[in-house]
């Protein structure tokens, strides 16, 4: 049986399992023997026998030890089943359990546990940041993977439903890589006044990636990056890196280390950029930045919120803003966008899974606070032809390259026409002169020379069979040569 993969949101709550629709989830995979190795105060429901353990002694619970002692009192393998829902990190062992004098037991320490107590082909349900719960090589069959989207500031809760090999079950292998598609919340019931749907009722793209150990975290979360860039690219980050895209790719980070093109303030990005010139935006920022508040418009906002403000106008409809970090949670619920992908990363050395979400912009945008700049060919009179090139800064336009726009210096070319050798033949190149020129001139509008670049591949959906096409412009010798057989 595949793997299966969902989605869902609640409400976070201390006592994990008070969301109702995450008890309700976890109820439903009881069977047999139960134990609650970290069970908190809520009971859950199952018509067989659950063995509690916690180890505060203030909870109604069967024991109250470390969880890395069960098997010195408990018999082995006599569970069919384990519920593990451990603190997720060392600072909500502190702030939110009060336990400043333990420390968290290892994923390793913790199998040990699973591994000793779980009778074979029993499964085990683990909560937490991480879907990583056996050493490499150790792993249990993998049979579901759940996001629990906590719909804020805080990082999303995973769960993992995982059987444990016996003779006629081979343990799993490295690297995984399984898709899936789901509603939100699909097979909720109304209770509690909990969402029953979400995403307007459309399916979400899910993904759910297992790393090889031989590769880094980073290198992972970079080749899925890769797959999802189309077209003009912002990459707005904190971090080193160079993103594979065979396209026109820009950095903006407002750490002045990073060797980016451009070290901008987030909150005024879109005063920086034409509207609507990006096709993929993707947001890449350290985890506390989704913590942090800044001044933005007068008023205290989140950090990303203000940053995904300015970044709205800046995307073309039907493009991506792609956001790497601990949450699905994506762009603000008031602006027009449909969550299309959500893939989980996980690392066997890494504390925590990395979540990707795709989000992709169903309007233009302008109607927020930026400046209509879009790329327009202003040089073709009375033409819709697409601009092939575009300033990503001022969203002025051309067909053609744009040094065949302006003057050459050198052998006194005019606008629109080519270049000239000495001898009167035609040069398919300007003069490098006329390429200076050109910046000189477009630098008047007070941008950086070199910004222009050609239109990429952009996407088209066919909506008859619903698959994605790709459309590519003309490439620059094809626009000169189409150039040249008309009249100068």
Known sequence: MPTSLSYWTIQPDRWTFNAQKLRDWVESHLDGRVLNACAGRTQLTHNGRIVRNDINPEIDADYHVDVRDLPHILEAESFDMIVLDPPFSERQNTTTYDREDETLPTVTELARVIDALLKPGGRVIRLGYTTTFMPPGEEYLLEEVTIWNTLGRQHDWLGTVAQKPDNETASATRPVHVTDAAVPNAGATASGGVATSGNGSTPIDLEYIRLSSKITPQAGVADYLATHL?????????????????????????????????????????????????????????????????????????????????????????GDIIQVGHTATCMPKRLDYCRSHVAIIEHPDAEQDWLISIDTKQ?????????????????????????????????????????????????????????????????????????????EHHDRHECDPGVTSRTPVTRSNNQENGSTTTS?????????EQFASQPN
């Open 472 to 480: 590519t412009a003309p490439t620059e010798q094809e626009t000169l």
């Open 363 to 439: 309007t233009t945008g302008l109607d927020v606070h930026a400046t209509d700049r879009s790329p327009q060919d202003i040089h073709v009179t009375d033409s819709d032809a697409e601009a092939q090139h575009s300033c990503i800064r001022c969203g002025e336009g051309w067909y053609l390259h744009p040094s065949w726009y302006v003057d050459c210096p050198t052998c006194g070319a005019r606008p629109e026409n080519y270049c000239v050798n000495d001898d009167g033949s035609i040069l398919h190149q300007s003069h490098p002169e006329r390429l200076a020129h050109l910046e």
């Open 230 to 318: 189309s077209g003009r690219v912002l990459d707005v980050s904190t971090y080193e890196r160079s993103l594979s895209h065979d396209g026109h790719l820009v950095q903006t980070s407002v750490d002045e280390s990073v060797d980016a093109a451009y070290h901008f303030d987030e909150r005024e990005l879109a005063a920086e950029f034409a509207a609507d010139i990006f096709h993929t935006v993707v947001v890449d920022l350290p985890s506390e930045a989704f913590q942090q508040t800044t001044n933005y418009g007068g008023r205290t906002t989140g950090r990303d919120t203000a940053l995904k403000q300015e970044l709205h106008p800046l995307v073309a409809a039907g």
